[in-house]
Every structure is written in C-alpha cells, then in structure tokens.
C-alpha cells in the first residue's frame, strides 16, 4: 500500500502561481512513477502531469505545457507540482497518484490515489 497527501491547493487569482505537493508514505516511494490529475465541477478527471520514478521523464497535457512544472524528492518521499500562470480553468480539485510501472498518462495504469486538494482560480 502507498498512502498518498496532497497539500497546497487554495484561492489564486489569475496569473498567480501556486505548487502543490503530495507526501507518500508506505511501500518505497522511488518504485513508482507518479502523477497529478485533476477533475473540474460536472467534468471528468483529467490527466496533467508524470514522472518516472527517476525523475528523468516527464509528461505533461497540453493545456498545462509551458506553465506547470512536476518534479519530485525522492529522498522526501514527495512529488511537486509548480502551477504557474494560472488560469480560471484550471479551477478543479487535484489528485497525485501512484503508478508501479512506467510513467502513464492514462489513469488506468495508477493504483493508488490521494484525496485530493481543491485549486480556484479567480478571474
């Protein structure tokens, strides 16, 4: 079991930056590849950013390429995601995830989840 907190989530206003960070504890956190996801009100859950379990690989969607940056400590055992340049749609409650295999833009490929830290952007 890998358990999973998300933290750093608020109320920016446009154009503002925030970073998130996600603390694993449990099973060894450099055997997964992570993620961050996030779902907006009456809207699906969609992919944002990975990491492979080195850090070496990274994979982001492209409404957040250029603005948001993941990374990650290992030695922390915490997964990072720098959110810049924020915009109104980028509203929506954001998840890290855990993924034993490669680094996967499919939540599918992601075994476990935390619960979540809610992110408003104010136009």
């Known amino acids: 079991q890998v358990q999973l907190v998300e933290s750093g989530g608020g109320l920016v206003q446009a154009g503002g930056s925030l970073r998130l960070s996600c603390s694993a504890s449990?099973?060894?956190?450099?055997?997964?590849?992570m993620g961050w996801f996030r779902q907006a009100p009456g809207k699906e859950r969609e992919f944002v950013a990975a990491?492979?379990?080195?850090?070496?690989?990274?994979y982001y969607a492209d409404s957040v390429k250029g603005r948001f940056t993941i990374s990650r400590d290992n030695a922390k055992n915490t997964v990072y995601l720098q959110m810049n340049s924020l915009k109104p749609e980028d509203t929506a409650v954001y998840y890290c995830?855990?993924?034993?295999?490669?680094?996967?833009?499919?939540?599918?490929?992601?075994?476990?989840w935390g619960q979540g830290t809610q992110v408003t952007v104010s136009s």
């Open positions: 449990g099973r060894t956190f450099n055997n997964y590849a």
């Open positions: 995830a855990a993924d034993p295999s490669l680094v996967s833009a499919s939540e599918q490929d992601y075994d476990y």
């Open positions: 990491i492979s379990w080195s850090g070496g690989t990274t």
